[in-house]
C-alpha cells in the first residue's frame, strides 16, 4: 500500500518541514506532529552504514551496535534500525542499518506512540533504500539524494546492498558542491572496484537546495533525475522528486508499531469500505424495489387467474352443470355389446363347419368377456390316424378363417383313434 | 372453456338422444337365464336358436359349457336363489335319454312396451 496526498513531514539536516499540499512549511520540534501523517527523518547524530560482522543474521544487528560502541564513534548507547541483512559465510552477515543514539530513538517512538493519531515514521534510508528496490534490476544501480552540504549515498540490488553513506561537504559553496559530487563519484567507483561490479544506472533525487553534479564525459553509468513536483515555501517555488518518492513508500517499511500501522489502514480503509456500504445499500435499496414491483406483478396476474377461475366456476352450472351420462352410456355400450357378440348358436355352427366327419365334441366351455369370447373345445377323431390329422388340421384352418385365434392346441392319438384339445379366442367385432 | 363447452353440448344431445330411443336402463327388463341339465340333442337346438338377439330383445350370453357326459361337480348342484330356470319342453321319457350335459348361463333384455 502506497501514499496518496496527505501530510508528510521531513525532519533534515536540523531542520522541520511540513509538506501538504504542494505548500511546504518550516517547523520548529517533531513534538509538534500530532496528526496522521508520514515522517521521515535523518535523525539527528544518525549514521547509516553496511558492515559485517562476524556473527549469524538473528545476533547481526546486536553484534553492529556493539562494533559501534567500541569504535567510539557514539559516545552514548545506540539502536540499531536494519535496513537489510544477508547471510554472507559461516558465521558472517552483511548488514546495512541506521544506528540512532538510544535516546533520541525511544524520544521519536514514545512521540509515536503517544500520539492519538497514527504517525508513520521512516528513516531517511528507508526511502532511499525502496527507491533502489522499486527501481533496480539485477545489476546494480545508485540511489544518491543530495541536500545542503550532504549527499546520502546507497549502491544495490534488489536483493543485495554493497555500499551506504553519507557524504558531507564543508559548506554549500559551489567548490564544495562541487568536490562533494567528487565524493560520491569517488565511492561509486571505489565500490565498483571492490565488489567487481558494474552500476549501470544511478538514480538522482533532488531537495530544494540540490545542485545537480556536473559529471562530464563518459561515467559509464546513466545519469537519471526522478520526476520533480513544484513546491512552494515561504513565497517562493522550488523543484523537488523527494515528496514523490516519499508517497510511493510502502507503509510495511515504516519503523512505527503495528498499533500505528493498523490505525493507518483502518483510516484509509474507511472511504473503501463507507463507500462499499453505500454502494450494498443502494443495491439493496433498488433490489427492494425491483422485487417489491415483480412481486406486485406476479400477484396480479394471480389475482387475475384466481378471477378467472371463479368466472369459470360460475360459468359452469349455466352451460348445463353435471350432465348424469355414466349409466347411460353403460347400458347402451352394453347394448351395443349384445348385439353384436356371437351367439352360442353362431359358436356351435361355426365348430360345425370346422369340424368334419368322425369328430365329435366331447367338451364344450366358452365364457364371454368384455372384449370377445373364450372357448376350450375337448373332441375325439375316430377315424384313422392320417385322416384324423387332416381333419384336425382342416379344422384348424377354417377357425382361423372364420376369425378365432388359437390360443392352444394339442393333438393325441391311439392309432384308431385321436383325441384334441383347442383355446380359441375371438374378440367382439 | 369454449371446448368444454361443445364437449358438454354433445354429451348432453347424447343422453337425450338416449331417452328419445328408450335406450335407458329404467325402460328395459333384464332376465337371467341358466340352465344346468341334461338335455337331448333337439332340446339344445331348440335352447340355442332361442338364445340370440331379436328385433324385440337382446341376448347376452356369459358363459356355456356342454358335454357328453354330467360332470361330477353338476351333480346335486343347487340353483343360485333369484335366478330363472328355463327348462325345456320335452317330456320326462326323452330326459332318460338325454344326450349331453348342458349349462348355460346369459340375460335376455327386453324393452317394455
Request: aromatic share 10%; glycine share 6%.
Given at each position: 500500500m502506497t501514499f496518496s496526498s496527505e501530510k508528510i513531514y521531513l525532519e533534515l539536516d536540523g531542520h522541520l518541514f511540513l509538506y501538504e499540499a504542494g505548500h511546504l512549511s518550516e517547523l520548529g520540534d517533531p513534538s509538534e506532529i500530532i496528526e496522521e501523517s508520514i515522517f521521515v527523518t535523518d535523525f539527528p547524530d544518525s549514521?547509516s552504514?553496511?558492515?559485517?560482522?562476524?556473527?549469524?543474521?538473528?545476533?547481526?544487528?546486536?553484534?553492529?551496535?556493539?562494533?559501534?560502541?567500541?569504535?567510539?564513534?557514539?559516545?552514548?548507547?545506540?539502536t540499531?534500525i536494519?535496513h537489510?541483512?544477508?547471510?554472507?559465510?559461516?558465521?558472517?552477515?552483511?548488514?546495512?542499518?541506521t544506528?540512532v543514539p538510544?535516546q533520541s530513538y525511544n524520544h521519536y517512538m514514545t512521540h509515536v506512540e503517544e500520539t492519538s493519531a497514527p504517525i508513520l515514521l521512516f528513516p531517511l534510508y528507508t526511502v532511499l533504500h525502496q527507491t533502489?528496490?522499486?527501481?533496480?534490476?539485477?545489476?546494480?544501480?545508485?540511489?544518491?539524494f543530495q541536500h545542503g552540504?550532504s549527499?546520502d549515498?546507497?549502491?544495490?540490488?534488489?536483493?543485495?546492498?554493497?555500499?551506504?553513506?553519507r557524504?558531507?561537504?564543508?559548506?554549500?559553496?559551489?567548490?564544495?558542491?562541487?568536490?562533494?559530487?567528487?565524493?560520491?563519484?569517488?565511492?561509486?567507483?571505489?565500490?565498483?572496484?571492490?565488489?567487481?561490479?558494474?552500476?549501470?544506472?544511478?538514480?538522482?533525487i533532488s531537495w530544494i537546495d540540490s545542485?545537480?553534479?556536473?559529471?562530464?564525459?563518459?561515467?559509464?553509468?546513466?545519469?537519471?533525475?526522478l520526476?520533480e513536483e513544484t513546491l512552494e515555501l515561504e513565497?517562493r517555488?522550488y523543484r523537488t522528486s523527494f515528496f514523490k518518492v516519499v508517497r510511493k513508500l510502502d507503509v510495511a517499511a515504516s519503523i512505527s508499531g503495528p498499533s500505528e500501522k493498523l490505525a493507518y489502514y483502518s483510516r484509509k480503509?474507511?472511504?473503501?469500505?463507507?463507500?462499499?456500504?453505500?454502494?450494498?445499500?443502494?443495491?439493496?435499496?433498488?433490489?427492494?424495489?425491483?422485487?417489491?414491483?415483480?412481486?406486485?406483478?406476479?400477484?396480479?396476474?394471480?389475482?387475475?387467474?384466481?378471477?378467472?377461475?371463479?368466472?369459470?366456476?360460475?360459468?359452469?352450472?349455466?352451460?348445463?352443470?353435471?350432465?348424469?351420462?355414466?349409466?347411460?352410456?353403460?347400458?347402451?355400450?352394453?347394448?351395443?355389446?349384445?348385439?353384436?357378440?356371437?351367439?352360442?348358436?353362431?359358436?356351435?355352427?361355426?365348430?360345425?363347419?370346422?369340424?368334419?366327419?368322425?369328430?365329435?365334441?366331447?367338451?364344450?366351455?366358452?365364457?364371454?368377456?368384455?372384449?370377445?369370447?373364450?372357448?376350450?373345445?375337448?373332441?375325439?377323431?375316430?377315424?384313422?390316424?392320417?385322416?384324423?390329422?387332416?381333419?384336425?388340421?382342416?379344422?384348424?384352418?377354417?377357425?382361423?378363417?372364420?376369425?378365432?385365434?388359437?390360443?392352444?392346441?394339442?393333438?393325441?392319438?391311439?392309432?384308431?383313434?385321436?383325441?384334441?384339445?383347442?383355446?380359441?379366442?375371438?374378440?367382439?367385432? | 372453456?369454449?371446448?368444454?363447452?361443445?364437449?358438454?353440448?354433445?354429451?348432453?344431445?347424447?343422453?337425450?338422444?338416449?331417452?328419445?330411443?328408450?335406450?335407458?336402463?329404467?325402460?328395459?327388463?333384464?332376465?337371467?337365464?341358466?340352465?344346468?341339465?341334461?338335455?337331448?340333442?333337439?332340446?339344445?337346438?331348440?335352447?340355442?336358436?332361442?338364445?340370440?338377439?331379436?328385433?324385440?330383445?337382446?341376448?347376452?350370453?356369459?358363459?356355456?359349457?356342454?358335454?357328453?357326459?354330467?360332470?361330477?361337480?353338476?351333480?346335486?348342484?343347487?340353483?343360485?336363489?333369484?335366478?330363472?330356470?328355463?327348462?325345456?319342453?320335452?317330456?320326462?321319457?326323452?330326459?332318460?335319454?338325454?344326450?349331453?350335459?348342458?349349462?348355460?348361463?346369459?340375460?335376455?333384455?327386453?324393452?317394455?312396451?
Open positions: 549514521i552504514r553496511i558492515i559485517q560482522v562476524e556473527t549469524p543474521p538473528k545476533y547481526a544487528d546486536v553484534m553492529a551496535r556493539r562494533n559501534l560502541e567500541e569504535a567510539g564513534e557514539f559516545d552514548q548507547p545506540v540499531v536494519t537489510w541483512k544477508k547471510k554472507k559465510r559461516k558465521n558472517t552477515t552483511d548488514i546495512f542499518f544506528a538510544i533502489l528496490k522499486k527501481n533496480a534490476r539485477k545489476s546494480p544501480i545508485a540511489v544518491i552540504r549527499a549515498l546507497i549502491i544495490g540490488t534488489k536483493k543485495k546492498i554493497y555500499f551506504a553513506n557524504s558531507m561537504a564543508f559548506d554549500e559553496t559551489p567548490e564544495q558542491i562541487y568536490a562533494l559530487w567528487d565524493m560520491v563519484l569517488s565511492d561509486i567507483r571505489s565500490t565498483e572496484a571492490e565488489n567487481r561490479i558494474k552500476i549501470t544506472k544511478a538514480l538522482f545542485t545537480p553534479p556536473e559529471w562530464k564525459g563518459d561515467l559509464g553509468f546513466n545519469l537519471d533525475s520526476a513565497g517555488s480503509a474507511i472511504l473503501p469500505l463507507n463507500l462499499i456500504l453505500l454502494l450494498a445499500v443502494c443495491l439493496v435499496f433498488f433490489g427492494y424495489m425491483y422485487f417489491t414491483r415483480q412481486a406486485n406483478a406476479l400477484n396480479m396476474s394471480y389475482q387475475n387467474l384466481v378471477s378467472e377461475l371463479v368466472s369459470v366456476k360460475q360459468l359452469q352450472p349455466k352451460i348445463g352443470g353435471h350432465v348424469p351420462y355414466e349409466e347411460t352410456l353403460a347400458f347402451v355400450k352394453r347394448l351395443e355389446r349384445a348385439s353384436r357378440v356371437p351367439s352360442y348358436k353362431e359358436f356351435v355352427n361355426d365348430l360345425s363347419d370346422a369340424f368334419g366327419e368322425g369328430m365329435v365334441v366331447e367338451l364344450l366351455k366358452v365364457d364371454y368377456g368384455q372384449g370377445g369370447l373364450l372357448a376350450e373345445v375337448h373332441a375325439t377323431v375316430k377315424a384313422p390316424f392320417g385322416q384324423a390329422h387332416r381333419g384336425y388340421q382342416r379344422s384348424l384352418w377354417i377357425l382361423r378363417k372364420k376369425g378365432y385365434c388359437i390360443e392352444d392346441s394339442s393333438f393325441s392319438t391311439n392309432i384308431q383313434a385321436s383325441h384334441f384339445l383347442l383355446k380359441l379366442t375371438k374378440r367382439n367385432p | 372453456m369454449a371446448r368444454q363447452q361443445r364437449i358438454l353440448a354433445r354429451v348432453r344431445t347424447f343422453v337425450e338422444k338416449a331417452k328419445a330411443f328408450g335406450l335407458v336402463k329404467d325402460r328395459w327388463d333384464r332376465y337371467g337365464v341358466e340352465i344346468q341339465e341334461s338335455i337331448t340333442f333337439p332340446e339344445l337346438r331348440q335352447i340355442l336358436e332361442q338364445t340370440v338377439s331379436k328385433e324385440t330383445y337382446y341376448f347376452e350370453p356369459s358363459s356355456l359349457y356342454i358335454s357328453k357326459a354330467k360332470p361330477e361337480s353338476a351333480k346335486g348342484e343347487a340353483v343360485e336363489p333369484g335366478k330363472k330356470k328355463q327348462v325345456p319342453s320335452a317330456g320326462t321319457a326323452e330326459k332318460q335319454k338325454a344326450d349331453l350335459f348342458l349349462k348355460l348361463r346369459g340375460y335376455f333384455l327386453v324393452r317394455r312396451q
